[in-house]
């Protein structure tokens, strides 16, 4: 019986110490310190992004709310072009209750429905996916 006591409170020991449990201190160099900390240009595009996305989604948000029916809005897919133009492919309700298609292209705090501006600005062409905003929807 002792020698069970005794070999238990030796496993104890080792999983309270054990290599795991070690608080180890670490020392970073002032390289390592300064690549934590963004450089001001990485913290100013990283907030030129932060502002395209948000303008995206209110642009999307807006085109949604425009719908007859905003509660069926799904957004299929969203796509950045080259020249900042968001693609949007969506599927929503119309007058007559049927699920359809539509494309919408925003170009500069606009935005335009249909075809016209959709063959010209996306049609045909590839860009940045940013599928991800029906996330924030």
């Known amino acids: 019986m002792r020698n069970l006591l005794f070999l238990v409170g030796i496993i104890a020991l080792i999983a309270y110490f054990g290599p795991g449990n070690k608080s180890e201190t670490k020392t970073e160099t002032p390289q390592a310190a300064a690549k934590i900390e963004p450089t001001p240009e990485e913290a100013a595009a990283k907030?030129?992004?932060n502002e395209i996305f948000t303008r995206q989604v209110l642009a999307v948000r807006q085109l949604k709310a425009g719908m007859k029916?905003?509660?069926s809005f799904r957004l299929e897919s969203?796509?950045?072009m080259d020249d900042g133009t968001l693609c949007v492919f969506y599927r929503a309700t119309n007058s007559f209750n049927a699920i359809?298609?539509?494309y919408a292209t925003i170009r500069k705090d606009r935005i335009y429905t249909g075809n016209e501006q959709w063959?010209?600005?996306c049609a045909?062409?590839?860009g940045e996916d940013k599928s991800y905003i029906r996330q924030a929807l």
């Open 47 to 49: 907030r030129k992004r």
């Open 69 to 71: 029916n905003p509660d």
């Open 78 to 80: 969203a796509t950045v």
């Open 100 to 102: 359809v298609p539509g």
């Open 119 to 121: 063959s010209r600005y």
């Open 124 to 126: 045909g062409k590839s």
